[in-house]
C-alpha cells in the first residue's frame, strides 16, 4: 500500500507564491514507483491480483439505462436526441440488439428505412440467426412492400424461435399482402398461440377472416382487439364495414362512431 503526505507544509505566505511545485498537498504519494505513474494509474491496480476486465465491461443496467433516457426524449418530442443517445451506445457497445432494435424502430418512425434496414443489417452480418433482429427487418421490408424479402427473414428467425409470436403474425401478413390470404391465415392463427393478448394479432386475424369471407370469426375477432385495445380505432372501422355488409345498419354506424371517437383521442 503507497504511504501518502498527510499534512501540508506551514512555510508561509512568501513561499506559497511560488507555485504549486513547492508545496507538497495532501494525498500526494511520499514515493513513487518505477513502474507506475501515481496520478494515472487506479487504485484498483494496489490491490493484489489481476484488475477483472468485467469492470470496465457496460452492465445490463447500463444498456437499460440507454433505453429508458431514449425512451424520456421521444416522450418529450426530442427524438433526434434519442437517435444520437442510442447511436452513440450503439458505436461503443455494438453487440447489444436491444439498442439497435430501438434505434431501427426510431429511425423507421421517422421515414428513414434505409438507415434502419442497414443497422439491423449491420447487426445480422455480425451473428446471422439472431431472431429478434430478423423479425424486425423482415417486418420493416414487409412494410414496404419487398415481401418476398420479408418472408425468407421470417421464416429463417422461426427455425431458431418457433414460439416467436411476431415472427408468425409479421409471415402472415407478408403472405396476405401477396394476395395469399388462405396461405396466410394459419401463421396469424399460430400468433394467436402464441401470443393470445396481442391487440395486432387479433385485429389482423379478424382481418384475415374478412378477407377470407368468414364474417362471423372476423366480427368475434374484431370484438377482441377492441377489448384488447379500446383506442384502436381500426377494429371499430373494419367492424363498421363488415356489419354494413351483414346489412345490420344501426350497429354498423354505432362502430364508425366508436372509431372517430378512437381517433380523436
Same mark, same amino acid.
Given at each position: 500500500m503507497r504511504r501518502l503526505y498527510t499534512s501540508r507544509s506551514d512555510a508561509g505566505e512568501a513561499q506559497a507564491l511560488e507555485g504549486f511545485d513547492a508545496d507538497r498537498l495532501e494525498g500526494d504519494p511520499l514515493f513513487t514507483s518505477k513502474e507506475e505513474g501515481p496520478s494515472l494509474r487506479p487504485y484498483a491496480a494496489d490491490l493484489p491480483g489481476r484488475v477483472s476486465d468485467d469492470l470496465h465491461r457496460p452492465t445490463r443496467s447500463e444498456d437499460d439505462q440507454v433505453? @429508458?433516457? /431514449?425512451?424520456?426524449? !421521444?416522450?418529450?418530442?426530442? =427524438?433526434?436526441? /434519442?437517435?444520437? #443517445?442510442? =447511436?452513440? /451506445?450503439?458505436? !461503443? @457497445?455494438?453487440?447489444? #440488439?436491444?439498442? @439497435?432494435l430501438r434505434l431501427a424502430q426510431l429511425l423507421a418512425t421517422q421515414a428513414e428505412t434505409d438507415e434502419a434496414l442497414e443497422i439491423l443489417t449491420a447487426g445480422l452480418e455480425a451473428d446471422p440467426k439472431p431472431a429478434p433482429l430478423l423479425v424486425a427487418r423482415g417486418a420493416l421490408l414487409g412494410s414496404l412492400n419487398r415481401h418476398r424479402e420479408a418472408e425468407d427473414d421470417l421464416r429463417l428467425a422461426l427455425t431458431t424461435a418457433p414460439e416467436d409470436h411476431t415472427a408468425h403474425l409479421q409471415l402472415g401478413l407478408a403472405l396476405i399482402r401477396r394476395g395469399l390470404v388462405h396461405e396466410g391465415l394459419p401463421s396469424l392463427q399460430r400468433a394467436e398461440r402464441f401470443g393470445p393478448e396481442d391487440p395486432d394479432v387479433a385485429f389482423h386475424l379478424g382481418e384475415a377472416y374478412y378477407h377470407a369471407g368468414d364474417l362471423e370469426t372476423a366480427r368475434a375477432q374484431l370484438h377482441r382487439a377492441t377489448e384488447l385495445r379500446p383506442n384502436d380505432a381500426r377494429p371499430y372501422k373494419l367492424l363498421g364495414r363488415l356489419l354494413d355488409r351483414l346489412g345490420r345498419t344501426d350497429e354498423a354506424m354505432a362502430m364508425h362512431r366508436r372509431a372517430r371517437d378512437a381517433s380523436a383521442r
Open positions: 433505453l @429508458r433516457r /431514449a425512451n424520456e426524449l !421521444e416522450s418529450l418530442g426530442r =427524438r433526434l436526441d /434519442a437517435v444520437l #443517445v442510442l =447511436r452513440q /451506445a450503439l458505436i !461503443e @457497445r455494438p453487440g447489444v #440488439v436491444n439498442v @439497435r
